[in-house]
């Protein structure tokens, strides 16, 4: 095992797929001479020379366009978004032509594109640069949407979509970048499509990813001191969504909790109610309740942007409100 940060175990997953395969590369913008904003790529290009790592223009549309045009051509290209608040700008490409491009060839084109990028809350970047994605994305067939949430999955989840035949968004988290955790020597790419049961438990299911999972098992350890036992699972993947897991839990503990850093309408957690409803109905000893940020957007003040997101204070009282009924 070797302890890394998140933010190095994005790097070194980039670099271990640049030295394993020729037909990647890598491009956004500022990723090669700087390092990237969020200080993600220091030393790529310095190790695979400009024409495999490179700076691009600030125009998403343009470099996002171009790396589809790079995969169906032969090349992985891996392209980052410095923000994920700027997919909005290169979403006609990511949505009518990527994800649509496998399928409307007939098969005749793969598409081997990962397009990552920073995303969520918490460190007082504001209004515009502080949403999560995946909401935005999991509507689209075609894309596949990875949610990594401590540092093994950074590493394994990004070689496994880096290797996919089919277009990739890996949505990092940037409160997650210092946050430090053991990566096995010999971990490789992970399977897409596979969630984790991060925390055994009897009594409740709690479903989050990233920052509010990492909010979940602080309540789970807390109350945990008052004999509740608390099930956390990390989605991981929003798309595949692995319902088996999700299923299989609720069928052991008999209630659900589901959170989210987002808005409430068409939030993704959406979706886990309704297969709740729909295939684990008779599992349930209890209605199921969501937690996210109802209808209100990141400020940049930090009391502000606390009150958003969703807080163990609020979990917590969630889980006890689910309990008690």
Same mark, same amino acid.
């Given at each position: 095992?070797?302890?890394?940060?998140?933010?190095?175990?994005?790097?070194?997953?980039?670099?271990?797929?640049?030295?394993?395969?020729?037909?990647?590369?890598?491009?956004?913008?500022?990723?090669?001479?700087?390092?990237?904003?969020?200080?993600?790529?220091?030393?790529?290009?310095?190790?695979?020379?400009?024409?495999?790592?490179?700076?691009?223009?600030?125009?998403?549309?343009?470099?996002?366009?171009?790396?589809?045009?790079?995969?169906?051509?032969?090349?992985?290209?891996?392209?980052?978004?410095?923000?994920?608040?700027?997919?909005?700008?290169?979403?006609?490409?990511?949505?009518?032509?990527?994800?649509?491009?496998?399928?409307?060839?007939?098969?005749?084109?793969?598409?081997?594109?990962?397009?990552?990028?920073?995303?969520?809350?918490?460190?007082?970047?504001?209004?515009?640069?502080?949403?999560?994605?995946?909401?935005?994305?999991?509507?689209?067939?075609?894309?596949?949407?990875?949610?990594?949430?401590? /540092?093994? =999955?950074?590493?394994? @989840? &990004?070689?496994?979509?880096?290797?996919?035949?089919?277009? #990739? %968004? +890996?949505? $990092?988290?940037?409160?997650?970048?210092?946050?430090?955790?053991?990566?096995?020597?010999?971990?490789?790419?992970?399977?897409?499509?596979?969630?984790?049961?991060?925390?055994?438990?009897?009594?409740?299911?709690?479903?989050?990813?990233?920052?509010?999972?990492?909010?979940?098992?602080?309540?789970?350890?807390?109350?945990?001191?008052?004999?509740?036992?608390?099930?956390?699972?990390?989605?991981?993947?929003?798309? /595949?969504? =692995?319902?088996?897991? @999700? &299923?299989?839990?609720?069928?052991?503990?008999?209630?659900? #909790? %589901? +959170?989210? $850093?987002?808005?409430?309408?068409?939030?993704?957690?959406?979706?886990?109610?309704?297969?709740?409803?729909?295939?684990?109905?008779?599992?349930?000893?209890?209605?199921?309740?969501?937690?996210?940020?109802?209808?209100?957007?990141?400020?940049?003040?930090?009391?502000?942007?606390?009150?958003?997101?969703?807080?163990?204070?609020?979990?917590?009282?969630?889980?006890?409100?689910?309990?008690?009924?």
């Amino acid at each position: 095992m070797t302890v890394l940060t998140y933010r190095e175990a994005v790097r070194n997953a980039l670099a271990d797929e640049l030295r394993s395969d020729p037909k990647v590369i890598f491009f956004g913008e500022d990723v090669a001479v700087a390092g990237g904003v969020f200080k993600v790529t220091p030393g790529l290009y310095e190790e695979f020379g400009g024409e495999r790592v490179r700076d691009t223009p600030i125009s998403e549309e343009a470099f996002v366009g171009m790396a589809l045009g790079a995969a169906i051509t032969g090349l992985r290209p891996i392209v980052e978004l410095m923000f994920a608040d700027f997919i909005p700008v290169a979403m006609d490409q990511i949505v009518n032509q990527i994800a649509k491009y496998r399928y409307m060839s007939g098969g005749q084109f793969v598409v081997p594109l990962t397009i990552r990028s920073a995303q969520g809350g918490g460190v007082g970047f504001g209004t515009q640069h502080s949403q999560t994605a995946e909401n935005w994305l999991m509507n689209t067939p075609g894309l596949k949407v990875v949610v990594p949430g401590n /540092p093994a =999955d950074a590493y394994g @989840l &990004l070689r496994g979509a880096i290797r996919e035949n089919n277009p #990739v %968004v +890996v949505l $990092e988290h940037k409160g997650l970048y210092n946050m430090k955790g053991e990566v096995p020597d010999d971990l490789g790419p992970l399977p897409l499509g596979k969630a984790r049961v991060v925390r055994e438990g009897s009594d409740l299911t709690i479903v989050a990813t990233q920052l509010v999972c990492q909010h979940s098992l602080k309540v789970a350890e807390e109350l945990a001191a008052e004999g509740i036992s608390v099930e956390i699972i990390d989605l991981r993947t929003m798309v /595949p969504l =692995d319902s088996e897991t @999700l &299923l299989s839990s609720i069928a052991k503990t008999g209630r659900l #909790v %589901v +959170v989210e $850093e987002a808005p409430h309408a068409s939030g993704w957690g959406g979706d886990i109610v309704s297969l709740a409803a729909d295939q684990g109905i008779f599992y349930l000893d209890a209605p199921v309740k969501r937690v996210n940020m109802g209808n209100v957007m990141f400020a940049y003040s930090e009391p502000l942007e606390k009150l958003a997101i969703p807080s163990p204070e609020r979990i917590k009282a969630a889980v006890r409100e689910v309990l008690a009924t």
